[in-house]
Every structure is written in structure tokens, then in C-alpha cells.
């Protein structure tokens, strides 16, 4: 059964750092791009980029660009999203996601992890 | 980037009616296009993708069509369990992925 299980949530100040995980398991973790997917209290979901854990490939959506980091360790199957300095507009939902087919980023995402809730607040 | 607007951004409906959903590309996305279902304090759910095909276990109550720049949900007779937030995304090419911002299905 494939399963992508998040790390906890977590309450920052402005202008700390954080890294949070997502867990694949079920699958061949080196064969799928997986992605992460922001979604602030109350509104839409938004891609912010994907990484291809094979080779560390590594795309991001414009309006991400910069604003953080994405990563995978494949040794321990883990996808990585962090920031170097958080701000209070960084508070949302994030979750990691899995695209249906192991060729290609571009596509929709039929696995989705539970969600890690980050709250930025000083 | 390609621009998904989705319409209404609320929809008002009694059980057992039917339930239609809109959503826009601001340009061609050919039929790359999928639908999510999200409910409170839960992740997005898989729907439908290439436009019309109902994903693993969905029930033949949710059905899309369209394709180029329009699309449609469609939900034949609402059950309670479908009030919810539905999404649509597209997945043209790698030009990037973006979502609509969501049509609410409430209770009338």
C-alpha cells in the first residue's frame, strides 16, 4: 500500500528556519517524482514544486521560486521542505503529493500525505 | 502560467439533486485536466482525471467532460457525503501545475 506519512506539526516565530519531512513507502521511492502543495487557512491549493528523488531533479512553480527549499534524502525514502527564514504568511497546511505516473512531473497527483500544519507567530 | 478559475465559488444544493461544477483554463489544456474532492480536516481526494475518467473506487454518480479550456463536474444525485470543496488542475505540460480555487458544495 502506498503511503506518504508527513512529519508533525509545528509552531515558529518570524524568522526561524524549518524543514519538514514526507515518508514514502509502498512504492519505489527512486522511480516518482513527488511534490508539495501549500494550502493557507481558508484557501485553494497551490504547487509550489516537485523534486524526482532519483536524481534530485528539481522543479518549482514561479511563485516559489526561492522561498524554499526542496529536497529528498532516497536513502530513507524521505522528501524534505524547508525554509531558511519564515515569515507569519508562510502559516498554512502543506502536503506532500504523488504523482499517478512514474514518467514526468506534469501530472495529477493520486497519493497525498495527511499534512503538516505549520503556524508562524511571534 | 495557465489560470483555472472555477465557478460558482459556492453551490447551494438538497440532497438526491444534481450538483454542477465549472472550471476554465486560461488557455488550451487539451484534456490534461483533473478534479479533487476535499472535506474538512481532510487531504484533497483524486476524482477524475484526463477530463472524464473517474479515478479508483469513485462512484459513477461523479462524472467530468469537456476539453481545451472548459470543463465540467458533474454530481448526478448529491448524497451527504459529497458536500465538500471540489477542485479542478490542470496538467498541460511542464510549464507548470496549478489548481482552480475551488467550488464549495453546501447543503440547501
Known amino acids: 500500500e502506498v503511503q506518504l506519512v508527513q512529519s508533525g506539526a509545528e509552531v515558529k516565530k518570524p524568522g526561524e528556519s524549518l524543514k519538514i519531512s514526507c515518508k514514502g513507502s509502498g512504492y519505489s521511492f527512486t522511480s516518482y517524482w513527488i511534490g508539495w502543495v501549500r494550502q493557507m487557512p481558508g484557501k485553494g491549493l497551490e504547487w509550489m514544486g516537485i523534486i524526482y528523488p532519483g536524481d534530485s531533479d528539481t522543479r518549482y512553480s514561479p511563485s516559489f521560486q526561492g522561498q524554499v527549499t526542496i529536497s529528498a534524502d532516497k536513502s530513507i525514502s524521505t522528501a524534505y521542505l524547508q525554509w531558511s527564514s519564515l515569515k507569519a504568511s508562510d502559516t498554512a497546511m502543506y502536503y506532500c503529493?504523488?504523482?499517478?505516473?512514474?514518467?514526468?512531473?506534469?501530472?495529477?497527483?493520486?497519493?497525498w500525505g495527511q499534512g503538516t500544519l505549520v503556524t508562524v507567530s511571534s | 502560467e495557465i489560470v483555472m478559475t472555477q465557478s460558482p465559488a459556492t453551490l447551494s444544493v438538497s440532497p438526491g439533486e444534481r450538483a454542477t461544477l465549472s472550471c476554465r483554463a486560461s488557455q488550451s489544456v487539451s484534456s490534461n485536466l483533473a478534479w479533487y474532492q476535499q472535506k474538512p480536516g481532510q487531504a484533497p481526494r483524486l476524482l477524475i482525471y484526463?477530463?472524464?475518467t473517474r479515478a479508483t473506487g469513485i462512484p459513477a454518480r461523479f462524472s467530468g467532460s469537456g476539453s481545451g479550456t472548459e470543463f465540467t463536474l458533474t454530481i448526478s444525485s448529491l448524497q451527504s457525503e459529497d458536500f465538500a470543496v471540489y477542485y479542478c488542475?490542470?496538467?498541460?505540460?511542464?510549464?507548470?501545475?496549478?489548481f482552480g480555487g475551488g467550488t464549495k458544495v453546501e447543503i440547501k
Open positions: 484526463g477530463a472524464s
Open positions: 488542475q490542470q496538467y498541460n505540460n511542464w510549464l507548470g501545475l496549478t
Open positions: 503529493v504523488r504523482p499517478f505516473h512514474s514518467s514526468g512531473w506534469w501530472d495529477y497527483f493520486d497519493y
